[in-house]
């Protein structure tokens, strides 16, 4: 039968408008998408370019770095980790590498935390991996325990809440009490009652470059009070209500605002606006916190310590899941001064997923300017472009 040619044509159409369709369906991914995409790709990542070491006087490794030397050259300073007794081989892996690259030369103690002993093997593998002295401390148990004023009520619906958006480790009490932990209590322990800087180290992380200066004296001589390796966003389903407790309190204290903050790299909303939506007016941008080189002076300061307790008072640790990454960035963006915040680009560091992994001779084992392993919408997570531009590369 001839089919006339009105028909034909409208059946061709049908017949293209179809395929058309079905392209737009796979080869365009969201809109939102497409836009990071190209920020990205026009971004140059300043790793790619030749690192070598901070400007200005810098402590060599020598003899008054020796362990146990009288007259050290050593500053009130540890290299610290919460770690448990099971994690005793990823324990040591990190050692290794922080040992071989920075802390033979320096020889700082190593202090250790827990919420139960540590078990005679765990002292004894760790005491052998360092020259330097260690300390092995119990995390007493009102630093630790969910405090009695969250409702368990509320904190089982609540998990339950987070699960349902996908909220990794949200039903894991012990997390809740970690992120607390670092987020306000870890350096009231009385141990570290005469330590001032400390750099934070987990299991399984990873050193690349030779670090050839004593960091805690370039802190302390620059008058720096944080050092940071990565800067990421976070997931705005951990912490609805972080940024919106943190509003009514600067709204009771304006006096802790730093005249120079960093609250561009907070609120910003251009960069991935719906983050900034969803975590109602904070950009989720925060300093990678399980890489820390920071003075303690600024947690144990008044403006701090009323933070940390309106924050803990309201519950989000156990309600939601707000870790001590966003915490310390949000407290350090509105009350330090910017400029006293340090990028340590040539320190070489990976914890899974992500690199910091520079330019540099001093670097072996890793890929220069790669940023994560993996999927390649892990690359998206990276807030440093956010940091250089409201901030700058101190
Ligand atoms: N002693 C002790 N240490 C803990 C506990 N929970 C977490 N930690 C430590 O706290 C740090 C952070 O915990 P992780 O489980 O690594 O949390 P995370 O880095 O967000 O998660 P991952 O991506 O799985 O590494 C690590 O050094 C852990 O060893 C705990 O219940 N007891
Ligand atoms: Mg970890």
Redesign the pocket.
């Known amino acids: 039968m001839a089919i006339s040619r009105p028909v034909r044509t409208l059946g061709l159409a049908a017949v293209l408008l179809w395929c058309f369709f079905i392209y737009q369906i796979w080869h365009s991914g969201p809109p939102n998408t497409a836009a990071l995409d190209k920020i990205i790709s026009t971004e140059r990542d300043p790793n790619l370019d030749p690192t070598g070491e901070p400007e200005g006087p810098l402590h060599r490794a020598s003899e008054r770095y020796a362990p146990g030397a009288a007259g050290t050259a050593r500053i009130n300073a540890t290299l610290l980790?919460?770690?448990?007794?099971e994690?005793l081989d990823?324990?040591l892996q990190a050692m290794r590498d922080l040992e071989r690259t920075w802390n033979h030369k320096f020889n700082y103690p190593w202090t250790f935390?827990?919420?139960?002993p540590f078990t005679e093997e765990f002292k004894k593998a760790t005491r052998a991996a360092t020259k330097a002295d260690v300390h092995y401390e119990l995390?007493p148990t009102e630093h630790w325990d969910m405090p009695a004023w969250i409702d368990k009520n509320l904190y089982k619906e609540s998990v339950q809440l987070l699960l349902d958006n996908k909220i990794?480790?949200a039903d894991?009490l012990?997390?809740h009490?970690?992120c607390r932990w670092?987020s306000g209590l870890f350096y009231k322990h009385p141990a570290l009652a005469n330590t001032q800087y400390y750099w934070r180290?987990?299991?399984?992380v990873h050193f690349f470059c030779d670090v050839d200066y004593d960091v805690f004296r370039f802190m302390q001589e620059n008058n720096k009070t944080y050092g940071f390796t990565i800067n990421l966003y976070d997931a705005p389903a951990s912490i609805p209500t972080l940024w919106p407790e943190t509003v009514k309190f600067m709204a009771d204290h304006p006096e802790y605002i730093h005249e120079n903050n960093a609250i561009g790299w907070l609120t910003d909303s251009l960069r991935r606006p719906e983050h900034t939506r969803e975590a109602n007016g904070y950009s989720t941008c925060h300093f990678w916190s399980?890489f820390e080189i920071a003075d303690m002076s600024f947690w144990r300061s008044q403006a701090y310590e009323d933070y940390f307790n309106h924050l803990d008072r309201a519950g989000g640790f156990f309600y939601e899941r707000w870790?001590d990454a966003p915490v310390h960035s949000i407290a350090l963006g509105l009350f330090e001064d910017k400029h006293r915040i340090h990028w340590f680009r040539d320190i070489g560091y990976q914890?899974?997923p992500f690199f910091n992994c520079p330019n540099s001779p001093k670097c072996k084992g890793c890929v220069t300017g790669r940023f994560a392993e993996g999927e390649s919408w892990l690359n998206r997570e990276d807030c440093r472009p956010n940091w250089f531009k409201y901030v700058g590369m101190n």
Do not use: A
């Open positions: 980790s919460l770690v448990r007794n994690e990823g324990m935390f827990n919420d139960v995390i990794q480790y894991k012990s997390y009490q970690m670092n180290v987990e299991p399984k399980n870790g914890h899974i």
